[in-house]
């Protein structure tokens, strides 16, 4: 049978991206115990770091052992019991995620949406919640599917006032865009390892809030097969999954150490190392380094006289949308890209299938090399397809912003 | 801040065990993207290496990308509807863990219960089928919470004549003890690789006959965010998991590629590797292998005075429970196992905590040596704790096992 030897592709797309070498070391350590003194060191470990990650001191701070949608999941059933009503400002794809992740926990959804490619301003949320009065409000940060970033800095202290849980997935831009959960007023928080983490996908960290605890806390049912005497249930309705059920999740990361299911230890040892690497290099450090490659990358795709998709001023900092011009085939410039160069680029989702696509710089491939071998790349395969562009002007543009950051 | 570093744990509980070296490598390899041609044909050829694991013909053979747990889940919930009658005849931890999860799908769980440490003879389960009719029958094979490896050769056939989805959780059991999904008319069966697979949690493989998936087809919406015109949901109910709908998990492994969930890379070239590994030392000479260690096992455990738990001859061969003797306490043994000889051995849950330990011989470890080491340092830690054995008959034992099947 053939060994695993994947080619060396630079992923250039919205994720997942190349992982970081030191990640993908650690993964391929040697497995311990789950209720090993060193292990549950390991958990306690993982939720300090990630604390850190997510600007909280929640203590409660953990994995989900599934990709970053398994951690929506968790956050928004753990939450939900049927009738609850929800409110989804949906901006992209992943709000339209919440939105049925929600409705099939049972909730009454009701949404609003901007066309894709822009923002909500603070007051339509809030007009929103006043009509609705949502028991939680469920939005994203950065949806991929538009590269948007909904700002959150005034959402939080909304929500407070009419007593609303606060929940958004910050997957696709934690670590390479500004994140303050305890600032903000976050209830709970998502997010995945694939994106300016620098990891694969398959563990999803999430913080959530005492008030958000409580509120599940009041769903507490310990599984049958290890139920001792000393353990009562809570009077509320029984969350609809076992595997998400985060009261029991909390007692697994927790004192009682009450078994749930076996923890991912490979993709936990994974899940350390990439706060471990975002911490050492600094949040603040990790979000510039962000900022100057999308930059560059942006300014970059203009100077392959490529028009940019959506608000540019609410981007991430670290994907970018590009019109595909008329005259080419995309798919076949992605063909190209990957089977020439060994490059990939993003497609897109729904109403922006076949219309853009997607520049991703982050995690480890947030790096001038990476970008300018991207711009390289593209220019010569749109040039090759009958584009017009100015031959050299996109890695001048890039260069230019390199050179006005290192000034800075 | 710290490396990871971990203590090189000899893991002899009822799994987590350690990892084959192969598939830490694995783990290691850089990612692809999740469309990439490469990507597409190792998810193709994980669906064809897990047929040969689990012994069927399904095309519908993939992974769930959570712990063994998630599998259970996705399988129950995907086909279950409110009010469907699911029967779970529990011997041990994980039957209440099926009937649990049944529950919460909806359903109406009627149970059968033999005592811990017994099997099911197929006429109570014929019985209790022609009693509550079912939709489903949910069984587990070997539940590691009593040792005990319940026989399905005659159960597939009882399902088909009262038109029962027959399902079986085989995390504990595959590659260690002898499956045959289509021979035994299965519909569906989950496992995980942190047992006789030699790989960490985190990824569930599960294979699914068409008959199961006529059944959840009925049911099969599209996500919205990415649903096109040619799209049109099913008239059944909505499944209750985004994370767990199998329609839309076959969707994106299917020839569609329809996303879902970000396929978790670095787990899923781990369980290729798991499945690799396992065929190419034969599916049957890795049972014969887990049947002679788990042998030694048993016989050295007789040769240091411990009285074995449960009905011997329906025992898995990758476990044994052995009572933990009155005048030892328990849990210093475990930590001494652990602290001095770096050796783990497995507690137990429920009606067992505190009663039994379990020995295990799986994957990687089922090895002599590994075997060896684990009696001689059981005899040293309990002849120091005053516990009455004959020095040496551990190993003699284990080594009379080995020298019989040598000859044999």
């Known amino acids: 049978m053939n060994r695993l030897n994947p080619p060396p592709r630079l992923l250039m797309g919205p994720g997942p991206i190349n992982c970081y070498p030191r990640v993908l070391s650690a993964m391929s ?18 939720m300090g770091l990630y604390r850190q990650v997510f600007k909280t001191e ?69 007009d929103a919640i006043k009509r609705v009065r949502p028991k939680v409000l469920a939005l994203v940060q950065g949806d991929t599917s538009t590269t948007m970033l909904q700002p959150l800095e005034h959402i939080g202290e909304i929500c407070r006032r009419y007593d609303v849980l606060f929940y958004s997935d910050a997957t696709a831009s934690i670590g390479g865009n500004p994140f303050e959960t305890d600032k903000w007023q976050l209830d709970a928080v998502s997010v995945g390892l694939q994106k300016c983490l620098g990891g694969p996908s398959g563990s999803a960290p999430i913080t959530l809030s005492d008030r958000y605890v409580d509120v599940v806390r009041g769903r507490h049912h310990v599984e049958a097969g290890i139920k001792a005497e000393h353990h009562q249930d809570a009077q509320g309705s029984r969350i609809r999954s076992n595997y998400f059920d985060i009261p029991m999740i909390l007692d697994y990361w927790g004192e009682e150490r009450l078994n749930h299911h076996t923890e991912a230890t490979s993709m936990l040892y994974c899940a350390r190392e ?29 100077g392959l006289n490529l028009e940019i998709f959506g608000d540019v001023s609410h981007k991430m900092t670290n994907v970018v949308g590009v019109y595909i011009p008329e005259a080419v085939n995309g798919d076949k410039i992605r063909e190209q890209m990957l089977l020439d160069f060994n490059i990939e680029i993003g497609t897109s989702f729904g109403p922006l299938h076949g219309k853009i696509w997607r520049l991703g710089t982050m995690g480890y491939n947030a790096r001038k090399d990476a970008v300018l071998h991207t711009l390289q790349s593209l220019e010569t395969v749109l040039r090759r397809a009958g584009h017009k562009l100015s031959l050299g002007e996109a890695v001048d543009n890039a260069m230019t912003v390199y050179e006005e950051n290192q000034n800075a």
Chains 1, 2 share one sequence.
Request: proline share 3%; net charge negative.
């Open 274 to 302: 990439c706060a471990i690497n975002l911490l050492e290099e600094g949040i603040d450090n990790s979000i510039a380094r962000h900022k100057v490659n999308g930059d560059a990358m942006l300014q970059g795709a203009k």
């Open 29 to 46: 350590t040697q497995l311990i115990g789950q209720y090993d003194p060193v292990m549950t060191s390991y958990m306690n470990e993982v």
């Open 58 to 126: 929640n203590q409660s701070t953990l994995l989900i052992d599934g990709t970053s949608r398994a951690g929506i999941e968790a956050v928004l059933v753990s939450c939900i019991e049927p009738g609850d009503k929800v409110l989804v400002p949906i901006f992209g794809r992943f709000g339209h995620l919440l939105k049925e992740i929600s409705e099939r926990a049972g909730a009454d959804v009701h949404t609003i949406e901007v066309e894709w490619g822009q923002v909500f301003q603070p007051e339509q949320i809030e």
